[in-house]
T-cell receptor, first 114, second 115 residues
């Protein structure tokens, strides 16, 4: 079984500042890792995913994440945020075989202040 | 290519009524997942279906909930005799048949309110 912990439930930052959203996971098997974004009253949109290979993954909207196997982390970063980045961000894992169902963290609400 | 479609977007039911939530996967996708998002919580897996088969229903409540994905037509999540605790957003996601480790594409969700 897998579990995901997002260490911050809310992160307020000023516009154009850098941001890091933290995610740690636990699993007894190899996993795939994902970050999704949810804007108010909408579904989830994939930001980026790690399947294998380079541990630094670049996604849409200027986001990137780094997979750290030894620390079982997959933190999301953006060097300069915009007001439009205000949303809920979910880290998720799935096993590499079987159903590949997603196990989500509790979410981090990113609020960008002008 | 249309995305994952869910309807209705909003559904209000009185306690004891039935709720039927529909999900049409993206064209060419044969795998459907249902997730539930309770207020102020993350998404929780409910069930994984392929055409005419339930593959994994480990996240489904034991009673009142059922799901199907028929050969023709949308996937249906059915909740019988709804209670206030069923109020949540229900999301459907689909993925293509051979895209192992790939993205699940999410629909906009159905927000169920039980009064």
């Amino acid at each position: 079984a897998q579990s995901v912990t997002q260490l911050d439930s809310q992160v307020p930052v000023f516009e154009e500042a850098p941001v890091e959203l933290r995610c740690n996971y636990s699993s007894s098997v190899s996993v795939y890792l994902f970050w999704y974004v949810q804007y108010p009253n909408q579904g989830l949109q994939l930001l980026l995913k790690y399947l294998s290979g380079s541990t630094l993954v670049k996604g849409i909207n200027g986001f990137e994440a780094e997979f750290n196997k030894s620390q079982t982390s997959f933190h999301l970063r953006k060097p300069s945020v915009h007001i439009s980045d205000t949303a809920e961000y979910f880290c998720a894992v799935s096993d590499r075989g079987g159903a590949q169902k997603l196990v989500f963290g509790q979410g981090t609400r990113l609020t960008i202040n002008p | 290519n249309a995305g994952v479609m869910q309807n209705p977007r909003h559904l209000v039911r009185r306690r004891g009524q039935e709720a039927r939530l529909r999900c049409s996967p993206m064209k060419g996708h044969s795998h459907v997942y249902w997730y539930r998002q309770l207020p102020e919580e993350g998404l929780k897996f409910m069930v994984y279906l392929q055409k005419e088969n339930i593959i994994d229903e480990s996240g489904m409540p034991k009673e009142r909930f059922s799901a199907e994905f028929p050969k023709e037509g949308p996937s249906i999540l059915r909740i019988q005799q709804v209670v206030r605790g069923d109020s949540a957003a229900y999301f459907c996601a689909s993925s293509p048949p051979r895209d192992r480790g790939g993205e699940q594409y999410f629909g906009p969700g159905t927000r169920l309110t039980v009064t």
